[in-house]
């Protein structure tokens, strides 16, 4: 049983974090963090953070790292990530993975693993046009490679999918510029403290989710 780790799931936008982090927490009673889901909560819900990540979210850029880290750092307070956490989505860049080890300090935890999602852009292109998402569960499906059982209606709660705005063909590039620029610089940053552990996150879930949990043993 994998319990009490603390991870971070790192890859680009299509990789598969999600929809792994789902099935890992899942069946092994972490806390999963999504900083993604929380924002667009926040956004749906109209709050002042939600106000302030609108512009960012929408147009495939980076919210600013202090509203984020800040937002992370209260979430890793709360009881649920007592037993372990996965970070998913979070850090994204190198000043966000500093503020995390420092908030992590503070309450006396320590990142265990940092599974990088390896995949080929023409692939996460792919992936990311035909995403579908349950706006209640949050679940992850997938036009092309995963489909829903009954049209556009989530397997879990009944209610019609969505595509997000933010995954249409010009908005998919952009965030996967902005994952090159900004995010890729945390492979060598965690490979140097030998935190970093790679999965091939061109397989299916099926394939690639008894891959996760061997690097995981
Ligand atoms: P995701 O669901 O992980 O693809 O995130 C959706 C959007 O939320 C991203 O394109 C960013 O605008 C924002 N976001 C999520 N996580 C972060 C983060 N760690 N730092 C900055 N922005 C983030």
């Known amino acids: 049983m994998i319990k009490n780790r603390n991870l971070v799931f790192l890859g680009a936008p299509g990789a598969g974090k999600g929809t792994l982090a789902q099935m890992l927490c899942q069946e092994m009673k972490l806390a999963h963090i999504s900083t993604g889901d929380i924002l667009r909560n926040e956004m749906k819900n109209g709050t002042e953070l939600g106000k302030k990540?609108?512009?960012?979210?929408?147009?495939?850029?980076?919210?600013?790292?202090?509203?984020?880290?800040?937002?992370?750092?209260?979430?890793?307070?709360?009881?649920?990530?007592q037993n372990g956490f996965v970070l998913d989505g979070f850090?994204?860049?190198?000043?966000?993975?500093?503020?995390?080890?420092?908030?992590?300090s503070k309450i006396g935890k320590k990142l265990d693993m940092v599974v990088y999602f390896e995949a080929a852009e023409d692939l996460l292109i792919k992936r990311l046009t035909a995403r579908l998402m349950c706006k209640k569960c949050n679940s992850i499906y997938n036009k092309l490679f995963t489909p829903p059982?009954?049209?556009?209606?989530?397997?879990?709660?009944?209610?019609?999918?969505?595509?997000?705005?933010?995954?249409?063909l010009e908005t998919a590039k952009d965030r996967l510029r902005v994952y090159n620029e900004q995010t890729a610089p945390l492979v060598p940053y965690y490979e140097k403290k030998k935190l970093l552990k790679v999965i091939n996150a061109e397989l299916s879930k099926d394939k690639s989710y008894p891959e996760l949990i061997k690097v995981l043993s």
């Open 149 to 168: 059982k009954n049209g556009n209606i989530c397997d879990k709660c009944g209610i019609e999918l969505y595509q997000r705005p933010d995954d249409s």
């Open 53 to 81: 990540a609108q512009s960012y979210v929408t147009s495939g850029g980076l919210v600013p790292d202090d509203l984020v880290a800040d937002m992370v750092a209260k979430r890793l307070q709360e009881n649920d990530c």
């Open 91 to 104: 850090p994204r860049t190198i000043p966000q993975a500093d503020l995390l080890e420092k908030s992590l």
